[in-house]
């Protein structure tokens, strides 16, 4: 199989590249998917002694970053800062508030929910770690 990073050409089915890389100071475990017209590459940093998050998408001739959550810098051109608020509250922020309100009225209305997408989700991010 070809280099995850080094040949960033679309495949023509969905595939999936997994990597880890552990010191003993740090571990990064990268995960690409990719599927003809997109790649998607995660890569996470664990206890590498610095708390951050950065999200970063590239697309259609447009880049942004997402930092902690907050601030989205575009990369259109020269780079410009849209700051987030110092006030909103952090349940907000991560989507616990929507998440719960979600689950509540799903309660209310009598719907049954199904967690499966995030079960996936979270059995690459432990396959991965």
């Keep these: ?23 003993a100071h740090c571990t990064i475990s990268f995960l690409r998917l990719a599927e003809t017209g997109f790649t998607g590459l995660a890569v996470m940093n664990r206890s590498s002694g610095s708390a951050g998050e950065i999200l970063q998408t590239a ?13 989205v810098i575009e990369h259109d051109g020269a780079p410009k800062l849209l700051r987030g608020s110092d006030w ?5 922020r991560r989507g616990i508030e929507g998440a719960c309100r979600h689950f509540l009225q799903s ?18 991010c432990e396959d991965s770690a």
């Design 1 to 23: 199989m070809p280099d995850p990073i080094a040949d960033p050409r679309p495949v023509p089915t969905t595939s999936t590249s997994k990597a880890r890389l552990k010191t």
């Design 59 to 71: 697309g259609a001739g447009h880049r942004r970053e997402v930092v902690n959550l907050g601030d």
């Design 88 to 92: 909103e509250p952090v349940g907000r």
């Design 107 to 124: 309660v209310r209305d009598g719907t049954t929910l199904d967690a499966e997408d995030a079960l996936i989700t979270h059995e690459w």
